[in-house]
């Protein structure tokens, strides 16, 4: 397919400015790395008890899940379904966090004597969110609990369906809420009005984590033993959901991960050797394997099939079944990894020959694109415009246009589609959500976003960038440095592995590997010592200038070991030529 061609850009570096006298506090109080306390400070931990909490996460420093809006109301609902011996119907989500929260009520609960159905949407006959359909079901089996996991919260008309067949319902979600609340018999969201929850960036996942910590403390059972069951499930959802690693997120994914370096579940175990994650001893599973490995396999399915083969995988017992549901998993992957690509060309031929990329938000939409990668496209072209962007699929027999948005900093897209009820409705959160309308008002959908984008966004918000931390000094770029990095992960959302300038570098050496695009450095600053280097992707370009060429870096400090070896290197990401 022909592409249309387009300028490159360089993108801004955006380098964060520096407090010395902090960072010397840090290092003298904490005796951290220079290099170490820059990064602290950098991020807001430039207090000293403040930097020591974030270094040093503690599961007792969890938040009392009593707190949780209407705990008790669902603390009641819960426990007096399972002293009644009532069925309770679980309904999650078809994304990973929908799943993880699924998996842990239904273990979590079938652990504690309950009897438990749990169902979790398809998306291509039931759509996002609570499909009546599944209330219907909920009432045909006798269900006298309604329990949600990461929806419900505008499940209006859903919910009041299954008030009026007479069963109890309980929300739980974490998605931002309408004017209107669900009329529910509790409704556990950390985003509702009058909220007095601590902390309000809980996963899906993280919500049932919490709430089930609660339970267990109300049944007398070791909290310990609860947090080793459950952790691992919690962190992937957090993870996998984008959701910002600071405060109970970062307790829950450094903890969570080290749970499933270790997990018991066979289906976690299958999922990760089809994976080839946490195969070598020596190398640590990390937020990143759950982001690039472990999450989209289990979103693939969700995205093409079925999610109920990765809700099955998350709580089977049965090793020989977990091996045979990982590689149904691995192999619906890879044709969804196929699919993307094919997309992701189309859109982006689509965004460039109609001018999208220069207006302040794009909306592309085709018949032929699957509902279930949409999303992923969007991300896609997001990472290459800068823009917010809907993608979107037209269904021609319903005459509906469906589909999914990413989002940049500085924009709330849930916000946007609630602006617009009288074009379109949707929701979710400020970087990601859903959105349908009749395919007629899509030029008129694709104005109004754009006008209410111009609105709220500068040129600077537009313009592509990469951040930096800040700064470097040579002498600052240590090997004992890097390797204290580790105390800062996990690294993901609100927490990005650190990145640095450093100026007036010499490309001592350039080496090509096999790949012209990836090649080997050897960087000196001035007379003094060397250090190896690396860079992806920008190899031809470096290559071009030869060496000895003085440049600013903009570079990530890490360890690389070999055959028991461990030195400083510095992956490269761009270069300013001096």
Request: aromatic share 6%; glycine share 8%; net charge negative.
């Amino acid at each position: 397919m022909m592409s249309v061609a387009e300028p490159e850009v360089s993108p801004l570096w955006v380098v964060g400015s520096r407090d010395l006298a902090a960072e010397r506090q840090l290092v003298r109080e904490l005796r951290v790395t220079p290099l170490v306390a820059a990064v602290l400070v950098q991020r807001g931990f430039g207090d000293p008890q403040a930097a020591f909490a974030f270094l040093n996460p503690s599961l007792d420093d969890l938040h009392d899940p009593k707190k949780l809006p209407d705990y008790e109301a669902a603390r009641n609902e819960i426990l007096g379904a399972k002293e009644r011996g009532e069925l309770i119907y679980v309904h999650g989500d078809y994304d990973v966090d929908g799943v993880t929260s699924a998996a842990i009520f239904q273990r979590f609960l079938s652990r504690i004597g309950c009897k438990v159905h749990t169902h979790v949407p398809h998306r291509m006959k039931e759509g996002y969110g609570i499909h009546v359909d599944a209330v219907e079901e909920a009432i045909s089996m006798g269900a006298k609990l309604f329990l949600t996991c990461d929806c419900g919260s505008g499940a209006l008309a859903q919910i009041e369906r299954a008030k009026q067949a007479g069963m109890k319902v309980v929300v739980t979600d974490h998605h931002s809420v309408g004017e209107e609340l669900p009329k529910s018999d509790a409704f556990i969201n950390p985003h509702r009005p009058g909220s007095d929850y601590p902390f309000d960036e809980l996963s899906g996942a993280g919500v049932v984590f919490k709430l089930c910590q609660g339970l267990t403390e109300e049944l007398g059972h070791p909290v310990g033993a609860y947090h080793r069951a459950f952790l691992d499930l919690a962190a992937l959802g957090t993870v996998a959901d984008v959701m910002p690693l600071l405060g109970e997120n970062r307790i829950i994914a450094r903890f969570g991960i080290e749970r499933l370096q270790d997990t018991k579940k066979v289906g976690l175990q299958a999922l990760m050797r089809e994976s080839k994650v946490g195969l070598d001893p020596t190398k640590p599973i990390k937020a990143r394997h759950i982001g690039w490995q472990l999450g989209p396999r289990l979103n693939a399915v969700g995205r093409l099939e079925d999610a109920a083969v990765a809700l099955q995988l998350l709580i089977e017992s049965d090793s020989a079944k977990a091996v045979q549901l990982a590689a149904r998993l691995e192999a619906v992957n890879v044709e969804r990894r196929a699919q993307t690509a094919a997309i992701v060309e189309q859109a982006e031929e689509m965004v460039l020959s109609s001018g999208y990329d220069r207006r302040s938000l794009m909306v592309v939409a085709n018949e032929g694109w699957h509902s279930g990668i949409v999303g992923i496209v969007a991300g896609r072209l997001v990472e290459k415009f800068n823009r917010p962007c809907f993608v979107l699929t037209v269904n021609p027999e319903t005459g509906m246009c469906k589909g999914s948005a990413r989002g940049i900093p500085n924009f709330h897209l849930a916000a946007a589609i609630r602006a617009h009820p009288e074009l379109l409705e949707g929701g979710g959160h400020a970087m990601a959500a859903g959105c349908s309308f009749p395919v007629d008002r899509l030029e008129a959908v694709r104005s109004a976003l754009d006008t209410y984008a111009q609105e709220r966004l500068k040129p600077e918000d537009l313009a592509p960038k990469v951040v930096a931390d800040m700064e470097v000094t040579w002498d600052e770029v240590t090997l004992s440095a890097a390797e204290e990095m580790a105390s800062l992960e996990p690294f993901g959302c609100e927490n990005p592995e650190p990145v640095f300038v450093a100026r007036s570098v010499a490309l001592s050496q350039i080496r090509p590997t096999k790949n012209p695009s990836h090649v080997r450095l050897v960087l000196r600053q001035g007379g003094g010592k060397a250090f190896p280097g690396i860079a992806f992707n920008i190899g031809e370009a470096l290559s071009a200038l030869g060496a000895g060429t003085e440049v600013d870096l903009l570079f990530k400090a890490e360890v690389n070991e070999f055959q028991g070896f461990r030195e400083l290197q510095w992956q490269v990401r761009d270069f300013r030529k001096n």
